[in-house]
């Protein structure tokens, strides 16, 4: 069993950086893909950045590339979003998930998580 608890997020003007953190709880973090999602009010839930276990590989949706960037910690058991530039259609509710396997990361892509965090709200002022 992992869970997850995300934190970081807050209240930024257009243009400004916010980090989030998704701290995991359990065994053999670096086993697991990891990933970021997100679902603004009235809007799907919608996938923002993924990092495969084992090459850390990464994958982002194109309304990200260039401003976010994911990385994790194994040591701190801990997956980052550095978001920078961020604008007002960012605004929603960010979660954080993980997955188990050797396909952990393309269930992420899918939009399949094993475990979800509760979700940390980001909103951008214009």
């Known amino acids: 069993q992992v869970q997850l608890v995300e934190s970081g997020g807050g209240l930024v003007e257009a243009g400004g950086s916010l980090r989030l953190s998704c701290a995991a709880s359990?065994?053999?973090?670096?086993?697991?893909?990891m990933g970021w999602f997100r679902q603004a009010p009235g809007k799907d839930r919608e996938f923002v950045a993924a990092?495969?276990?084992?090459?850390?590989?990464?994958f982002y949706a194109d309304f990200v590339k260039g401003r976010f960037t994911i990385s994790r910690d194994n040591a701190k058991n801990t997956v980052f979003l550095q978001m920078n530039s961020l604008k007002p259609e960012d605004t929603a509710v960010y979660y954080c998930v993980a997955n188990s396997g050797a396909n952990g990361v393309t269930r992420i892509l899918s939009g399949t998580g094993d475990y979800w965090g509760q979700g940390t709200q980001v909103t951008v002022s214009s």
């Open positions: 359990g065994r053999a973090f670096s086993g697991y893909a």
């Open positions: 990092l495969s276990a084992i090459f850390s590989n990464t």
